[in-house]
């Protein structure tokens, strides 16, 4: 479907700046998609706010799960170039860029949402902010993804040059790990879900070293991915939790396969890492020239 119109100004609106056209001026789908899906949180946390459901504390819920998205869709921005290339699905970097500057703009959100719980009390935020580690670490991170939204246009790429261009969007791995180590700790109780997004961090991580070293990962490689990232997981998860709660290590090295425990994080990895590599099969299966 093409939203070309009679106006050659309004067409370069179209194709420059609705992230749900291609550059020819027709509506991608799998653009529309992934917009709809980046724009559903913040259209479902405005109807709860409207609607009051939620909860006692809505400032403070709005502020955890416009965080927790946000590491979901930073996340997201880094498995777009593993799962092109794994998956042989080259159109995934025609949403790359719009997942990225998403990112910055639910961070971005998640300040707000702050400075609304402080009452917009500029002062105190910023205090806060300079004497709580976790919040230092944070707006640190919303600095780094501020410069990686402002160069993220095809006019800054010519600017700074493509090496350039590069090595500064290569910051997205500290901010990564920023984010991370921000979100575990303001995750007071149940660290769960920072362990878990820390491991698929590690096999996004591990999977880049490998094709800088190895180049791209066959299916024995990915399945060696899967089984390292899962294996770092639990470890870390074991360390973690032995010392913050003074319990032996390994007791809770133990607990990684007691399944009254629940499923650790360190399995789901596993699992997602594994699907990764049975769709990479397949996708390979699909393209094998048929034989005569």
Known sequence: MSVVTGSPGLNHFLTAYLPWTSRTGRICPLRLSVFLALLAPALLLIFDSVTGTLGPRPWEAAIHRIGWWSVVFLLTSLAV????????????????????????????????LYMGQQSWDLIKVASEIVLRFYLTIGFVALLGLAALAATSTDGMIRRLGGKRWQLLHKLVYPIGLLALVHFFLQSKNDVTEPILFSGLFVWLMLYRVWRWRLGDPR????????VGAAILTGTGESVVISLKHNVPLSVMLQSQFDPELGIRPAWWVLGIGLAVTMFASIRQYQRRPASA
Not at 219 to 226: E, F, N, P, S
């Open 219 to 226: 299916i024995l490689g990915l399945v060696l991915l899967a």
């Open 81 to 112: 170039t593993p799962l092109r290339r794994v998956l042989r699905w080259s159109g995934l970097i025609a949403v790359r860029r719009m997942i990225g500057v998403s990112v910055f703009l639910a961070v971005a959100l998640h300040l707000l």
